[in-house]
């Protein structure tokens, strides 16, 4: 640690690198480097997948159309001198270490978490001679060709690098870096979630979290269980098809992303009842407030045996959806109210001479008895095991979300976690209430700055011996107050924060970390994704000087 | 006022009985109105009818673009079902066949352009429109193309689409409206990031949606001077971020005259003698402590650089920037803005103290003398100054009588403007800035929020009073408001949703005033509830959607189908 830290500092003196995640090592020089007119990717193995192929295809058309000048004053205009003597790279030569086994990007990123292998090594030399890309497996390439794709600037016709020779051997830090979006408050076309995928996966990302359905709407068409979304969507344009979710899971896949799809349940689930109102208890039921977080009201009857039934065969059915082995069965913000005034609910438990917590257990088993038999871990929210008392499998993931204060208290049980807290990581905090007749702030004021997020420790109160509980972690979009309209804008680049503190890991310096996330910034909106500018452009062609202290 | 009040009273409960079944979703709402509980649908052939001689081009322009978004717009109403839960009604409908516009006998008939630039006290946007249950057209007349501007807009927000079919539930309907405050208007930072014409464009048209009446162009400022100048070249060619960055006469005439036809009259902000770094650029002799370290001690924010306010080369050189800019103006306001002056700036410029001392004169002088020199260009061209408030209330600059305030450091400094005789806008910080909330934009400030938290909620911009603490005497100050975008976290990326459809809080507080026109207080406990306002906005916001803005969601569609059922009570 302590070359790398060297290293980079020295780097940042020269000025301009701009890799976001920093490389866990990183060796740069002060040449010039531009690519030639020629320049090419040659992928040195023998059957190379088809989404390697297309991976190295997108590389090399995003080095023509970035188009990015650096960000310094003049833009490069006056790199052109030094380019004109500079060295000419032809060619990048792609190949997996000896040994490794050739299998496509999508199913390296589809492995169990924990057993991906996205380490790769990238040399640049700067005198023209070959650059190198060596990794383990094709997800490692694709991890290095993103990291090559961030090298480079454009001024005068050239697209060029002023820190060559470039040396990186890079891996991340924690395995599940991630971004989760709600598609059921409001909802985003496949489109949409498309550009956002990309985005991710140019900050290595690896998982997607889904959140695809909740109590207002229900847009995800699950084979055998069509009436859910046909009844519970907002409209029949505003579904997931079997056939979109096919296509956003392989996009995913090509571009190194895990889908973990997420029904929430036993409560978040009112909209089933307009479809099944036998199933759901307190449906839309007023006052909202006590029987629900937010309206609408509605929970899955737990004590139901015909319920249970149904949500097993629902989830059963969503697993033959998703590739991946992780499947989220929610759980969070179940609300008791609602169970004690549900007369059928009373009924059930008595009949059955079960408590609701006991209700809640054979629920939850039956769910998850259901997935694994699809061959799916599941995650579930933190109150499944914080505040119920459910049984649960040692190798559950669970998701933090209600305060970073409790992770410790997750990892004392020894569970696996990953990290979505609401006070670091909520993308949506600080926007106002959007309840009616209602005058408050967000309940998670303030705004989750990238900074804020940056400044995450993820092993923070967590034993040695509990570290490798952590999985990593995500920021998430909740869309009461979010669509299409400003997915881009309220996600980026402020996602990119966690991206890497999961990658790189915690303690990155938040100065030197201004002027990169600037330059990927940029460089999103060059690629057509509207991330937001952090500052005024004067300030991002003079990095430091609008510090507070400058 | 009387009868007003009697209308008012027959509104009520009309207007009750209608909220129940669907609300009509005009937005800011009329001062008057009255709607029944009978459909009405627009004929295939409908048609808009001007039944004025030798009609201005810009109002046929108008007229064909309601016209056309008469077919265009896809909105549906917002029920659950959508247009499908009307399919009865507007099978049964009453059929309009056309929209009769005309301008009351003996007005003059001017473009809305020329009447949108008069002064602003002297602006006539009221109009009366009738929407039948019983005849074949609907009448819209008013005393001027720009109250006839305004109709038409009202007329577009009447009607929702059901297959191409435009109907509406709430025939017959009455409204006879005007603003209650001619200024509202929208203050638009152009210089801490740049936005291309077209986002200005897009924003005056969803502004003229709303009848927002103004657009407050802070065109420049110390980060970018973006603005070309025939008198100085240099000035953006130096100080823009870079060529492609700059409004060029052309397109600033362009942006200008099509605000006009959209009834927005645009007052350029010159700021000075702060936030002009930029000028440096071309100019290093204009300006003192340019980018001078720690920006903390001579500026509020980074680069630091003023005006050399004590030089006589440096006063020409603003007079003469002010007057080429003013000649290009056709409006009848104009800013010299003003705000966060730095004296320390001043006191370490070796300049400005040689010059000081040479013409034997403080700096309160220079700066008096300074403001006095810029108002008189502007007020030399016809047009009405326009000040920053702390260059009233901190430096008691002597402004000339009819100069117009805008309150922005907090909404108490209207009062202390207002006593001083002084017309004002408000544009207070805490109610109407709509970049706060975002966090800091400094570096190494790592959990610092922004100055001015928290975000303002259009709940908050919309709970504003604009006579709070004034007397009645002091009423007619208040030309109206602006809600403001500054732009050191904003970008042609963030623009919609940043300030849609906050703004259009704004647009209600200052046309509607402080009254809804069923008489009630449109400043009460529940002044926010879905009843009141926030069905009409999510309706808006939908709309806007619809015709291509990209306006935030204010809350899950859920909600939005079924008013009133995410209420904190209900």
């Given amino acids: 640690m302590r070359l790398i830290a060297v290293l980079f500092a020295v780097a940042h003196v020269s000025g301009v690198l701009a890799l976001w995640p920093l490389p866990r090592s990183l060796e740069t020089g002060t040449n010039a480097l531009k690519l030639a007119s020629n320049f090419d990717v040659q992928i040195d193995i023998p059957h190379a997948p088809s989404d390697l192929k297309d991976a190295v295809s997108r590389t090399k058309s995003l080095l023509k159309s970035d188009k990015l000048g650096r960000l310094v004053v003049g833009r490069g205009a006056s790199d052109h001198n030094t380019l004109q003597r500079s060295g000419s790279l032809r060619t990048l030569r792609v190949s997996l270490t000896p040994g490794s086994p050739v299998r496509s990007i999508t199913e390296e990123a589809r492995l169990a978490i924990g057993t991906r292998s996205e380490g790769y090594t990238l040399q640049i030399p700067s005198d023209g001679s070959s650059a190198t890309l060596t990794a383990n497996s094709t997800l490692g390439l694709l991890r290095g060709l993103t990291t090559f794709g961030q090298l480079w600037y454009e001024a005068s016709g050239e697209i060029y690098t002023m820190e060559a020779p470039v040396s990186i051997t890079d891996s991340p830090a924690f395995p599940f870096r991630g971004f989760m979006l709600d ?23 690896s998982q997607f979290h889904w959140h695809v359905v909740d109590s207002q709407s229900f847009p995800l068409e699950v084979p055998g269980y069509t009436e859910l979304a046909s009844k519970g969507a907002y409209d029949s344009s505003m579904v997931y098809s079997p056939k979109d979710v096919e296509d956003i899971v ?12 997420e029904i929430d349940t036993p409560g978040h689930t009112a909209i089933i009842s307009a479809a099944h109102p036998e199933h759901i208890a307190c449906a839309q039921e007023s006052p909202w407030t006590t029987f629900a977080n937010e309206p609408p009201a509605g929970q899955l009857r737990i004590a139901s045996p015909a319920t249970t039934n149904f949500t097993a065969g629902l989830l059963s059915a969503v697993a033959r959806m998703f590739p991946s082995s992780l499947l989220s069965t929610g759980g969070d913000e179940l609300n008791t109210e609602c169970y004690v005034q549900d007369a059928e609910t009373q009924a059930d438990l008595k009949a059955s001479g079960q408590t609701l917590e006991q209700a809640l257990d054979v629920f939850t088993r039956a769910t998850h008895a259901a997935i694994r038999a699809e061959g799916k871990t599941p995650a579930v929210w933190e109150e499944m095991v914080l505040e119920h008392n459910v049984t649960l499998g040692n190798d559950t993931v669970v998701m933090v979300w209600i305060s970073s204060a409790n992770a410790a208290a997750v990892a004392a049980r020894n569970f696996r976690l990953v990290h979505g807290p609401s006070d670091y990581f909520y993308l949506d905090c600080g926007a106002g209430e959007w309840i009616g007749d209602d005058v408050a702030n967000s309940w998670c004021d303030p705004f989750k700055t990238w900074q804020k997020s940056y400044t995450f420790d993820p092993l923070a109160n967590i034993s040695a011996s509990q570290a490798h509980l952590v999985l990593g972690g995500e920021q998430l979009l909740w869309t009461e107050q979010s669509g299409p309209e400003n997915l881009d804008s309220i996600v980026w680049p402020r996602a990119a924060s966690s991206a890497e503190v999961f990658w790189s890991g915690p303690g990155g310096d938040l100065n030197t970390a201004l002027p990169r996330l600037h330059d990927l910034a940029f460089r999103l909106r060059q690629r057509g994704v509207k991330a937001i500018q952090l500052q005024p452009m004067w300030c991002a062609l003079r990095p430091g000087q609008c510090n507070i202290d400058s | 006022m009387a009868s007003a009040l009697l209308l008012a009273r027959l509104v009520t409960p009309i207007l009750l009985a209608s909220f129940v079944q669907h609300a009509s979703g005009l937005w800011p709402i009329p001062r008057s109105l009255s709607t029944g509980a009978s459909a009405v649908k627009l004929s295939p052939d409908f048609v808009i009818r001007l039944d004025v001689p030798h009609p201005p081009e810009d109002v046929r322009a108008a007229m064909s673009r309601s016209q056309s978004r008469l077919h265009s717009d896809t909105f549906q109403r917002l029920a659950l079902g959508r247009s499908s839960a009307d399919t009865n009604a507007v099978k049964h409908a009453h059929v309009l066949t056309a929209l009769s516009i005309t301008l009351h006998p003996g007005s003059s008939v001017r473009d809305i352009a020329q009447e949108t630039t008069r002064a602003i006290d002297q602006k006539d946007e009221s109009y009366e429109l009738r929407i039948p249950i019983s005849q074949p057209e609907a009448t819209l007349i008013a005393n001027t193309t720009l109250g006839l501007f305004r109709g038409l807009t009202t007329f577009e927000h009447l009607w929702y689409d059901a297959n191409g079919t435009k109907y509406a539930l709430d025939g017959p309907i009455a409204i006879t409206d005007k603003p209650a405050f001619p200024y509202r208007g929208f203050s638009f930072d152009t210089s801490r990031n740049f936005y291309p014409v077209s986002d200005i464009l897009r924003t005056l048209d969803a502004m003229s949606w709303v009848k927002l009446s103004v657009l407050y162009w802070h065109i420049i400022d110390s980060q970018s001077f973006p603005l070309e100048v025939d008198a100085f070249p240099q000035l953006s060619a130096k100080g823009a971020y870079s060529p492609e960055e700059v409004y060029s006469r052309d397109d600033v005439r362009h942006i200008i005259q099509y605000a006009n036809e959209r009834g927005i009259d645009v007052v350029m902000e010159l700021d000075s003698p702060g936030h002009t770094t930029a000028i440096s650029a071309a100019f290093p002799e204009h300006i003192a402590c340019p980018a001078k370290s720690p920006w903390s001690k001579y500026a509020s924010e980074p680069p630091a650089g003023q005006l050399r306010i004590a030089s006589s080369s440096t006063l020409e050189f603003a007079r003469t920037m002010f007057s080429a800019i003013a000649d290009t103006l056709p409006g009848t306001m104009m800013s010299s803005g003003g705000d966060e ?27 008096n003398e300074f403001v006095q020199t810029v108002q008189d260009v502007i007020i030399q061209h016809g047009k009405t100054p326009f000040i920053k408030s702390d260059m009233v209330l901190t430096h008691n600059a002597p402004v000339v009588n009819n100069t117009v305030v805008v309150v922005w450091q907090t909404s108490e400094d209207a009062a202390s403007v207002a006593e001083r005789g002084l017309h004002l806008i408000h544009q207070p910080s805490n109610y109407f800035y709509l970049d706060c909330g975002a966090g800091e934009w400094l570096g190494n400030d790592v959990l610092g929020n922004s100055w001015c938290d928290p975000f303002k909620t259009w709940q908050r911009a919309y709970s504003f009073d604009p006579y709070a603490n004034l007397t009645t005497e002091q009423y007619s100050l208040v030309l109206g408001g602006q809600m403001p975008l500054w732009s050191e976290q904003s970008s042609p990326e963030n623009l919609d949703p940043i300030i849609w459809p906050r703004l259009a809080a704004g647009a209600e507080v200052f046309w509607t005033g402080t009254a809804l026109p069923d008489g009630s207080s449109r400043i009460s406990a529940n002044t926010t509830s879905t009843a009141q306002a926030l069905a009409r906005l999510n309706e808006l916001r939908y709309r806007l959607v619809d015709r291509g803005v990209n306006a935030i969601a204010l809350q899950p569609k859920w909600c939005a189908l079924r008013p009133g059922e995410c209420d904190l009570d209900s």
């Fill in chain 2, 341 to 367: 002056v730095n004296l320390l700036c001043w006191e370490e410029d070796e300049q400005t103290m040689s010059d000081l001392v040479t013409r034997n004169i403080t700096i309160e002088d220079a700066l």
């Fill in chain 1, 183 to 205: 598609t059921s408050r409001n909802f985003f076309p496949v489109a949409d979630i498309k550009r956002t995928l990309d985005a991710m996966s140019w900050v290595k990302m």
């Fill in chain 1, 250 to 261: 392989a996009y995913a896949g090509a571009r190194g992303i895990d889908v973990m799809i």
